[in-house]
């Protein structure tokens, strides 16, 4: 899937950048490694959700190498649904701390349980399919699923299509992401379409779909969609952030977005109901969003609910980069001073001027 567009880089890195867009491949956040999970797991053929359970029996599977292609290992030729399993031990000592699961990039589909419950996925299974090849696959790990000191059990479903199949290549393992106030990655509630009611505190969003957040929806079930979509979340807000000024990082949104926080407008790239596409400021899908959450808004020691209206007009769309979190103030302006990656000349300074009054 080709996405063009223009780029504020030269040389060489302009080539290598154009080069990454245009595979649809998302480069993975820096983080620390914790954990190393490269090395050998169980792994068998066939499909059986029974398979994500901690107390399933897998003492007959066959032990493979990760990351490297199941054809190179004794499955040459085999298409289709493949499980593999791995226990980890997550010291005590990491309590408290915001961690992810990497697993690199996994040909074609995949979804991640973490003690039996599902913590991410890309792509979409037959009958729906839809390969997220090139996508690297970073999944937050909620830490009430965590059992510190003891044993702890992956279980990753794959599909793959055609060609080398399984976890292909990356480092992967458990890392520690930056310690957010309000880490919102993770699963979200979905649908295409457009509707005002469903920014909504009491909306009924029951029958919609499960995404990961961040993540290309093409990746995850809506391949070739451009149009309207909105995502929903309900949040808990802590006692401790209160009298805080906090700001919503919403991560980047391919193309144009509105977020409302229990039914209130608290940010915007703009009238995204009213001009064309092409009329846009063509630099806002590079954009990470940061909106200052009006006094009030926030319901503490609370549930909250967050919904995002987002347009596309141009192949992948979505929320598809993080972080995705609610920042105090201090800590934004902190992870904002550590950021490596430049934004649009001038738009970043704009952005950060509009957002603090200064």
Same mark, same amino acid.
């Given at each position: 899937?080709?996405?063009?567009?223009?780029?504020?880089?030269?040389?060489?890195?302009?080539?290598?950048?154009?080069? =990454?867009?245009?595979?649809?491949?998302?480069?993975?956040?820096?983080?620390?490694?914790?954990?190393?999970?490269?090395? &050998?797991?169980?792994?068998?053929?066939?499909?059986?959700?029974?398979?994500?359970?901690?107390?399933?029996? +897998?003492?007959?599977?066959?032990?493979?190498?990760?990351?490297?292609?199941?054809? +190179?290992?004794?499955?040459?030729?085999?298409?289709?649904?493949?499980?593999? &399993?791995?226990?980890?031990?997550?010291?005590?000592?990491?309590?408290?701390?915001?961690?992810?699961?990497? =697993?690199?990039?996994?040909?074609?589909?995949?979804?991640?349980?973490?003690?039996? %419950?599902?913590?991410?996925?890309?792509?979409?299974?037959?009958? !729906? *399919?839809? #390969?997220?090849?090139?996508?690297?696959?970073?999944?937050?790990?909620?830490?009430?699923?965590?059992?510190?000191?003891?044993?702890?059990?992956?279980?990753?479903? $794959?599909?793959?299509?055609? =060609?080398?199949?399984?976890?292909? %290549?990356?480092?992967?393992?458990?890392?520690?992401?930056?310690?957010?106030?309000?880490?919102?990655?993770? /699963?979200?509630?979905?649908?295409?379409?457009?509707?005002?009611?469903?920014?909504? #505190?009491?909306?009924?969003? &029951?029958?919609?779909?499960?995404?990961?957040?961040?993540? *290309?929806?093409?990746?995850?079930?809506?391949? +070739?969609? !451009?149009?309207?979509?909105?995502?929903?979340?309900?949040?808990?807000?802590?006692?401790?952030?209160?009298?805080?000024?906090?700001?919503?990082?919403?991560?980047?949104?391919?193309?144009? !977005?509105?977020?409302?926080?229990?039914?209130?407008?608290?940010?915007? #790239?703009?009238?995204?109901?009213?001009?064309?596409?092409?009329?846009?400021?063509?630099?806002?899908?590079?954009?990470?969003?940061?909106?200052?959450?009006?006094?009030? $808004?926030?319901?503490?020691?609370?549930?909250?609910?967050?919904?995002?209206?987002?347009? !596309?007009?141009?192949?992948?769309?979505?929320?598809?980069?993080?972080?995705?979190?609610? =920042?105090?103030?201090?800590? *934004?302006?902190?992870?904002? @001073?550590?950021? @490596?990656?430049?934004?649009?000349?001038?738009?970043?300074?704009?952005? /950060?001027?509009? /957002?603090?009054?200064?």
């Amino acid at each position: 899937m080709m996405k063009n567009r223009i780029v504020n880089t030269t040389g060489f890195q302009t080539i290598i950048f154009i080069l =990454l867009l245009s595979a649809g491949i998302v480069l993975p956040q820096s983080s620390k490694k914790l954990i190393d999970l490269n090395g &050998r797991w169980k792994f068998s053929i066939g499909d059986d959700i029974n398979r994500m359970k901690t107390d399933y029996n +897998d003492k007959s599977w066959e032990s493979i190498k990760v990351p490297s292609s199941w054809e +190179d290992q004794g499955f040459h030729g085999y298409n289709g649904h493949a499980w593999y &399993r791995r226990s980890v031990v997550i010291p005590t000592g990491l309590k408290g701390k915001s961690l992810s699961l990497e =697993l690199g990039r996994i040909d074609d589909v995949d979804q991640v349980y973490f003690n039996g %419950e599902l913590i991410g996925l890309s792509g979409s299974f037959p009958p !729906d *399919y839809s #390969t997220a090849y090139n996508a690297w696959r970073k999944y937050t790990i909620p830490e009430n699923l965590i059992r510190f000191g003891k044993e702890n059990l992956i279980s990753v479903r $794959v599909y793959d299509a055609e =060609l080398s199949g399984g976890i292909l %290549e990356g480092y992967c393992g458990i890392y520690e992401m930056l310690n957010w106030d309000l880490n919102l990655t993770g /699963l979200w509630k979905f649908s295409t379409g457009d509707n005002p009611k469903w920014k909504e #505190t009491n909306y009924n969003d &029951r029958n919609w779909r499960s995404i990961i957040v961040p993540g *290309y929806w093409e990746y995850q079930g809506e391949e +070739d969609y !451009d149009g309207y979509a909105w995502y929903r979340l309900k949040f808990y807000v802590p006692d401790r952030l209160k009298g805080k000024e906090l700001i919503l990082v919403a991560g980047k949104i391919d193309d144009f !977005d509105q977020v409302f926080i229990n039914g209130r407008l608290v940010g915007s #790239t703009g009238p995204i109901n009213d001009l064309p596409y092409w009329m846009h400021n063509r630099e806002e899908w590079q954009i990470l969003r940061a909106y200052k959450i009006p006094a009030g $808004v926030l319901k503490f020691g609370e549930m909250n609910t967050i919904a995002i209206r987002v347009y !596309d007009g141009f192949v992948d769309g979505g929320i598809y980069e993080g972080p995705v979190s609610i =920042l105090t103030k201090e800590n *934004y302006a902190k992870y904002n @001073r550590s950021r @490596r990656q430049e934004e649009p000349e001038g738009f970043g300074e704009k952005w /950060l001027k509009n /957002l603090f009054g200064n």
